[in-house]
């Protein structure tokens, strides 16, 4: 099942730590929806969305 993107952007905003992180984690993730995790006020989850991005 693939989310659209308005999908996406919410999930990015979700009050859950584990959603936003395993977000980031995903390989699929686009590139804009990372570049909203690198400003997530969590270090975990900004840190790997940048992680995420670097290893593209």
């Known amino acids: 099942m693939e989310l659209d993107d308005?999908?996406?952007?919410?999930?990015?905003k979700d009050?859950?730590?584990?959603v936003r992180w395993w977000l980031a984690t995903w390989p699929t993730t686009p590139?804009?929806?990372?570049?909203i995790l690198?400003?997530?006020?969590?270090?975990?989850?900004?840190?790997q969305a940048n992680a995420t991005?670097?290893?593209?």
């Open 38 to 47: 690198l400003q997530d006020p969590n270090e975990e989850v900004s840190r």
């Open 6 to 12: 308005e999908d996406l952007r919410l999930l990015a």
């Open 53 to 56: 991005l670097h290893d593209r």
């Open 15 to 18: 009050r859950s730590l584990n």
């Open 31 to 35: 590139r804009e929806i990372l570049e």
